[in-house]
């Protein structure tokens, strides 16, 4: 199928920032959903980066949020995301709930006159995210997404050598993700959300995929046309666990995909090959191991060190962009091309779903 045009990210803030964003002194966070993500990955970045501190954090579980906000030293906790979003001391919210309430939490936040960093994938489905981006756009209220890879400094790399050409010209891409099952996931009663459509849009696929397909829209602009199939071979949820699909960029790029969430341990592979008419250049997705290049020369490596907090870099250009000194790669628009991707993938998965639960 292929997809209209999108304007790419790099204007997406403009309109905003014209509308009076850039006048933040300081950039007060409030976290909507304080669960696993906030602890390592995102939380305490707040506070390390520079104008930007972390005032208030929600959980629906009032002891849980009282006891997050005791140890990483938050003054407020709340029960209710309302009155989070409506505390005057709040301005600016991050919504690191799973995804069947990102789209409501963003809007509210928008509405309430406060830009809003929202976890990955960007919402349930495409419709979700337009509707975000809609009120975005009404409200003026910057919308950002948490896909950090497009600030960490191996996938950096990686598009630094493509856009100087030590490659050449790129010709395709091919991407493999394929893991073993965690125990969790062999009964149902035990199974994260991430395994339930209701909640998460899909399955491993969403929460993993969304990754690499919007790191790979960074690197080459937005995909026009995909097609995808998805299975579910091991039946342990409902959710999808097998993928393929095959997809072209508008820049002219192509490439394949293959993504499987049960393969037997020791079968595990997680690697994105992007091969030019000079070089390829290799890299994990998830491992975050060396970039290897090889032409014809022979091979090199480059290895890097990531933030301990792996969003820093990310919530640090939120920060700056809010303040008016820069502007984010990472926005509402480039994060709904991605979701646009992969509904396309496992659109037909879904539809025979929906066609055998009528039934």
Not at 46 to 54: A, P
Not at 115 to 124: D, F, Q, S
Not at 144 to 155: E, G, N
Not at 352 to 358: E, H, L, R
């Amino acid at each position: 199928m292929k997809m209209k045009k999108i304007v790419n990210n790099s204007a997406d803030l403009k309109p905003l920032l014209r509308r009076g964003w850039g006048g933040l002194d300081s950039v007060n966070w409030g976290i909507i959903g304080c669960g696993n993500v906030t602890e390592l990955k995102s939380g305490p970045a707040f506070n390390k980066v520079e104008h930007s501190g972390l005032v208030a954090v929600m959980r629906r579980n009032a002891v849980l949020a009282e006891d997050y906000a005791k140890r990483h030293d938050v003054p407020k906790w709340y029960s209710d995301a309302n009155q989070l979003i409506n505390d005057p001391e709040v301005n600016a919210v991050y919504i690191a709930t799973p995804p069947d309430t990102h789209a409501s939490y963003a809007i509210a936040v928008m509405q309430a006159g406060k830009p809003v960093y929202v976890e990955k994938p960007m919402a349930r489905n495409y419709q979700e995210c337009q509707e975000m981006i809609r009120v975005s756009e009404e409200t003026g209220m910057p919308l950002f997404v948490a896909y950090y890879r497009r600030s960490l400094p191996a996938f950096l790399k990686v598009k630094e050598l493509i856009d100087n050409g030590i490659i050449g010209k790129p010709l395709t891409v091919n991407v493999r993700l394929h893991k073993s099952v965690p125990d969790r996931d062999l009964k149902p009663e035990t199974q994260f959300w991430h395994v339930n459509p209701e909640i998460a849009g899909a399955g491993y696929f969403y929460d993993l995929a969304s990754h690499q397909f919007d790191y790979l829209d960074f690197v080459f602009g937005p995909i026009t046309e995909v097609t995808g199939i998805a299975k579910n071979i091991a039946g342990l949820y409902p959710a999808e666990d097998t993928v393929s699909a095959a997809f072209a960029f508008d820049s002219g790029v192509s490439g394949t995909g293959s993504w499987c969430f049960v393969v037997p341990k020791g079968s595990e592979e997680d690697i994105i090959e992007i091969t030019g008419t000079k070089g390829k250049l290799s890299l994990s997705s998830f491992q975050h191991g060396d970039v290897k290049l090889t032409t014809p020369e022979g091979m090199v490596s480059f290895s890097f060190q990531n933030p301990e907090n792996i969003q820093h870099n990310l919530i640090s250009q939120v920060v700056k962009t809010l303040r008016g000194e820069s502007e984010c790669v990472s926005t509402g628009k480039s994060a709904a091309r991605t979701s646009w991707v992969l509904e396309e993938i496992v659109r037909n998965y879904y539809i025979k779903v929906q066609i055998t639960n009528i039934q």
